[in-house]
């Protein structure tokens, strides 16, 4: 794909954007090229490391397949049959299809989502707040915030890894560092921490590579996090080994906690949790020792009944040993100063009695505390119209049939609504049942402010790819034929200096700089105390009781359904593909060009599957088609299937329903305060291909 340069021969300080890692990334340009994507050694993030995905940067860029020009649908939906429009009659289109719904309808029958932040989330919700909408939806409720609201409830803020202040511990909780995970701190801090004597303690289903080398390894059973945790509080609490002055003076509830846990003895959960008490008891023990330990909480915590319960517990964790905010601990993040991730969505445009109409604001309440729609209201608000008609969807960088729950009831939503517009890259299988299709450009193609935990930093646009534009370009211009221009900047890039403007700073003086660190502070609460009504640390949120919901975290099991099988299903991500993304970019597809399923070779030899061959995976009455990886770093009754598979060369639905494991994630089983959808611990049986047939 052609493209052209908008900046001069050289070397330039960038930040990529190919997951949402925050990575510094120098870029050459050479000859009207860009010439060598490499990790950029004076970041603070990455320290000169990009990863395969980051490294990969090029092959999208000017990928043969990249939408270049909008697309008005010319056939049936998901047929992928388009013809190409100028941005004006297809801004005009789109304008004019959301103007009906919000005259016929109302503005609550929008609603807009996003996949994964790539830092135009704020944009997002700003459009949708001035438009009238409190319908934004997204993975948040899978994905961060389950995590971010528990912290927020527990103390009014949440917190991240501290590796500046050099940890003792670590204690990684579904959470793969080193491989897939891509939200701020990435694994190499971990691993520069590991080679400069800090210990890991590792709580994940699979035997991963740094489970191998930490010194604790829980193997938990899926969907027995909550009860784990919840065994390390009672032994902590019961060998008095919780920092009993941090607890007295700066916590509230220690003593109903103490009370509440006695029912989960590492003994008495053994069952549920599939780890022997001892080894519970030991490393509870070894993370109450450490002068300083850490937590990295990762997506695998997040994605199940207990998500908001478990990260309140692990939190719980945390402050029991004193580890909140202090050197080598739990650092609670401090807003850069800058217009940003609180101010930039202009909540305030959105009257309070429309944010009441948000969907599944009725049943997950913490979700819509947060200002995100519940993704199963949403389907059944298009499906069924409760509580009242969803027909329009504006969709930004989310491939739904493949990354949410329940796929094939997802599908039934896409079909039916009145009008689907989507920005994105390639024609996805969600793009292709769209009837407008606006092309945007990938990280290298447009001007950001990135927000990460240590700094801000500036991404430059270095390239042009067709009449590709930005996510905020659209919206701008959006916003300006809907009548709410008042509410946004003349032009996307007139954002830039506004933004930065209460530092001081402006883009220029940004892009020179490149970075603007943000001061670390510790123990904070020491003088401002907590963020919650009492200025403690609520080990027992009164706030939760007011909202109906447990004060004290506890584990509630998924529903069983034995018939399904005898196998418990999770998931897992590959460190080639950021959840549906790349695996149309050959570099990444070559290193794992097949689904695959990790079984127990114990569990291969009952159910006659050869490691190497194709396996079907059946839950809730569908099969999907994986090739068997037989190994021993998973229990024998636990499956493992990659997430968010979809074969791009195959056309305009990209064969969604072969290989993609969330046909099997049915949303019937979702934790109460987020809505949550269960990805851990589901029902499934396995057979060789041969045994059947799939679907």
Same mark, same amino acid.
């Given at each position: 794909?052609?493209?052209?340069?908008?900046?001069?021969?050289?070397?330039?300080?960038?930040?990529?954007?190919?997951?949402?890692?925050?990575?510094?990334?120098?870029?050459?340009?050479?000859?009207?090229?860009?010439?060598?994507?490499?990790?950029?050694?004076?970041?603070?993030?990455?320290?000169?490391?990009?990863?395969?995905?980051?490294?990969?940067?090029?092959?999208?860029?000017?990928?043969?397949?990249?939408?270049?020009?909008?697309?008005?649908?010319?056939?049936?939906?998901?047929?992928?049959?388009?013809?190409?429009?100028?941005?004006?009659?297809?801004?005009?289109?789109?304008?004019?299809?959301?103007?009906?719904?919000?005259?016929?309808?109302?503005?609550?029958?929008?609603?807009?989502?996003?996949?994964?932040?790539?830092?135009?989330?704020?944009?997002?919700?700003?459009?949708?707040?001035?438009?009238?909408?409190?319908?934004?939806?997204?993975?948040?409720?899978?994905?961060?915030?389950?995590?971010?609201?528990?912290?927020?409830?527990?103390?009014?803020?949440?917190?991240?890894?501290?590796?500046?202040?050099?940890?003792?511990?670590?204690?990684?909780?579904?959470?793969?560092?080193?491989?897939?995970?891509?939200?701020?701190?990435?694994?190499?801090?971990?691993?520069?921490?590991?080679?400069?004597?800090?210990?890991?303690?590792?709580?994940?289903?699979?035997?991963?590579?740094?489970?191998?080398?930490?010194?604790?390894?829980?193997?938990?059973?899926?969907?027995?996090?909550?009860?784990?945790?919840?065994?390390?509080?009672?032994?902590?609490?019961?060998?008095?080994?919780?920092?009993?002055?941090?607890?007295?003076?700066?916590?509230?509830?220690?003593?109903?906690?103490?009370?509440?846990?006695?029912?989960?003895?590492?003994?008495?959960?053994?069952?549920?949790?599939?780890?022997?008490?001892?080894?519970?008891?030991?490393?509870?023990?070894?993370?109450?020792?450490?002068?300083?330990?850490?937590?990295?909480?990762?997506?695998?915590?997040?994605?199940?009944?207990?998500?908001?319960?478990?990260?309140?517990?692990?939190?719980?964790?945390?402050?029991?040993?004193?580890?909140?905010?202090?050197?080598?601990?739990?650092?609670?993040?401090?807003?850069?100063?800058?217009?940003?991730? /609180?101010?930039? *969505?202009? +909540?305030?445009? #959105?009257?309070?009695?429309?944010?009441? %109409?948000?969907?599944? $604001? =009725?049943?997950? @309440?913490?979700?819509?505390?947060?200002?995100?729609?519940?993704?199963?209201?949403?389907?059944?608000?298009?499906?069924?119209? /409760?509580?009242? *008609?969803? +027909?329009?969807? #504006?969709?930004?960088?989310?491939?739904? %049939?493949?990354?949410? $729950? =329940?796929?094939? @009831?997802?599908?039934?939503?896409?079909?039916?609504?009145?009008?689907?517009?989507?920005?994105?890259?390639?024609?996805?299988?969600?793009?292709?049942?769209?009837?407008?299709? #606006?092309?945007?450009?990938?990280?290298?193609?447009?001007?950001?402010?990135?927000?990460?935990?240590?700094?801000?930093?500036?991404?430059?646009?270095?390239?042009?790819?067709?009449?590709?534009?930005?996510?905020?370009?659209?919206?701008?211009?959006?916003?300006?034929? #809907?009548?709410?221009?008042?509410?946004?900047?003349?032009?996307?890039?007139?954002?830039?200096?506004?933004?930065?403007?209460?530092?001081?700073?402006?883009?220029?003086?940004?892009?020179?700089?490149?970075?603007?660190?943000?001061?670390?502070?510790?123990?904070?609460?020491?003088?401002?105390?907590?963020?919650?009504?009492?200025?403690?640390?609520?080990?027992?949120?009164?706030?939760?009781?007011?909202?109906?919901?447990?004060?004290?975290?506890?584990?509630?099991?998924?529903?069983?359904?034995?018939?399904?099988?005898?196998?418990?299903?999770?998931?897992?991500?590959?460190?080639?593909?950021?959840?549906?993304?790349?695996?149309?970019?050959?570099?990444?597809?070559?290193?794992?060009?097949?689904?695959?399923?990790?079984?127990?070779?114990?569990?291969?030899?009952?159910?006659?599957?050869?490691?190497?061959?194709?396996?079907?995976?059946?839950?809730?009455?569908?099969?999907?088609?994986?090739?068997?990886?037989?190994?021993?770093?998973?229990?024998?009754?636990?499956?493992?299937?990659?997430?968010?598979?979809?074969?791009?060369?195959?056309?305009?639905?990209?064969?969604?329903?072969?290989?993609?494991?969330?046909?099997?994630?049915?949303?019937?089983?979702?934790?109460?305060?987020?809505?949550?959808?269960?990805?851990?611990?589901?029902?499934?049986?396995?057979?060789?291909?041969?045994?059947?047939?799939?679907?």
């Amino acid at each position: 794909m052609p493209y052209a340069t908008t900046v001069e021969d050289g070397r330039y300080r960038t930040v990529c954007r190919m997951c949402h890692g925050g990575c510094g990334a120098l870029v050459d340009v050479a000859d009207g090229r860009l010439t060598a994507v490499r990790g950029d050694p004076d970041n603070p993030n990455n320290r000169g490391f990009l990863c395969a995905k980051g490294r990969a940067s090029l092959a999208q860029l000017d990928h043969p397949d990249r939408l270049t020009r909008p697309l008005l649908r010319t056939g049936a939906r998901g047929s992928g049959s388009y013809r190409p429009i100028g941005w004006e009659e297809a801004l005009d289109r789109v304008a004019e299809a959301l103007d009906t719904t919000r005259r016929e309808h109302g503005p609550q029958s929008l609603v807009v989502a996003q996949g994964t932040d790539r830092n135009y989330q704020e944009w997002l919700f700003r459009f949708a707040n001035s438009y009238g909408t409190p319908n934004v939806l997204g993975p948040a409720h899978v994905c961060f915030y389950p995590r971010v609201m528990a912290g927020i409830l527990t103390m009014g803020a949440f917190t991240f890894c501290d590796y500046e202040g050099s940890p003792d511990l670590v204690l990684l909780w579904g959470c793969n560092k080193s491989m897939t995970h891509g939200d701020g701190v990435i694994g190499t801090r971990l691993l520069d921490a590991v080679r400069s004597g800090t210990r890991m303690l590792v709580v994940d289903p699979r035997r991963t590579a740094l489970a191998s080398r930490a010194e604790h390894h829980l193997q938990v059973r899926p969907g027995g996090d909550a009860a784990l945790a919840l065994s390390m509080i009672h032994t902590i609490i019961e060998a008095n080994a919780h920092d009993h002055d941090f607890v007295a003076r700066h916590t509230e509830g220690f003593d109903d906690l103490a009370a509440h846990v006695t029912a989960y003895a590492p003994e008495a959960v053994e069952h549920i949790t599939g780890v022997p008490a001892g080894q519970v008891r030991e490393a509870a023990l070894a993370y109450a020792a450490a002068p300083a330990a850490a937590i990295e909480l990762g997506t695998g915590a997040q994605q199940n009944r207990n998500s908001f319960q478990l990260c309140r517990a692990v939190l719980i964790l945390s402050a029991l040993c004193g580890n909140i905010d202090r050197p080598g601990g739990d650092v609670i993040w401090e807003p850069p100063g800058i217009i940003g991730r /609180r101010a930039l *969505p202009l +909540t305030e445009a #959105l009257p309070e009695e429309r944010s009441r %109409l948000r969907l599944g $604001a =009725d049943r997950h @309440r913490i979700l819509s505390m947060a200002g995100w729609a519940h993704p199963r209201s949403v389907w059944d608000a298009v499906l069924d119209h /409760r509580p009242y *008609p969803v +027909t329009s969807m #504006l969709v930004h960088g989310s491939n739904l %049939l493949v990354n949410y $729950a =329940d796929s094939d @009831r997802v599908h039934a939503a896409l079909e039916r609504l009145d009008f689907l517009a989507v920005a994105d890259l390639h024609l996805t299988p969600t793009a292709a049942m769209a009837d407008i299709v #606006l092309p945007v450009g990938g990280w290298l193609e447009r001007d950001q402010i990135v927000e990460h935990a240590h700094y801000v930093a500036a991404r430059r646009k270095l390239a042009q790819v067709g009449d590709c534009r930005s996510d905020e370009y659209i919206l701008t211009e959006l916003s300006r034929r #809907l009548g709410l221009r008042h509410h946004f900047w003349p032009h996307a890039d007139a954002s830039l200096d506004a933004r930065l403007a209460p530092i001081g700073w402006d883009w220029k003086t940004l892009t020179d700089r490149s970075y603007r660190p943000t001061e670390l502070r510790y123990h904070k609460y020491r003088t401002d105390g907590f963020a919650t009504r009492s200025g403690r640390l609520a080990l027992r949120s009164d706030a939760l009781r007011a909202f109906g919901y447990d004060p004290l975290p506890a584990h509630k099991p998924p529903a069983d359904s034995p018939g399904d099988g005898p196998y418990l299903l999770t998931s897992a991500h590959s460190p080639f593909f950021f959840n549906s993304e790349f695996r149309n970019i050959p570099a990444l597809r070559g290193k794992e060009p097949d689904p695959v399923v990790e079984l127990h070779p114990q569990a291969a030899a009952r159910e006659g599957i050869a490691d190497g061959e194709w396996a079907l995976v059946s839950a809730r009455g569908r099969s999907i088609r994986l090739r068997a990886r037989v190994t021993d770093r998973v229990a024998p009754d636990v499956i493992v299937a990659a997430a968010c598979w979809w074969y791009p060369e195959r056309g305009p639905d990209g064969g969604w329903r072969e290989s993609n494991v969330n046909r099997l994630t049915v949303n019937d089983d979702e934790n109460e305060e987020m809505g949550s959808s269960n990805f851990r611990g589901i029902r499934c049986s396995i057979r060789p291909v041969a045994a059947g047939g799939g679907g």
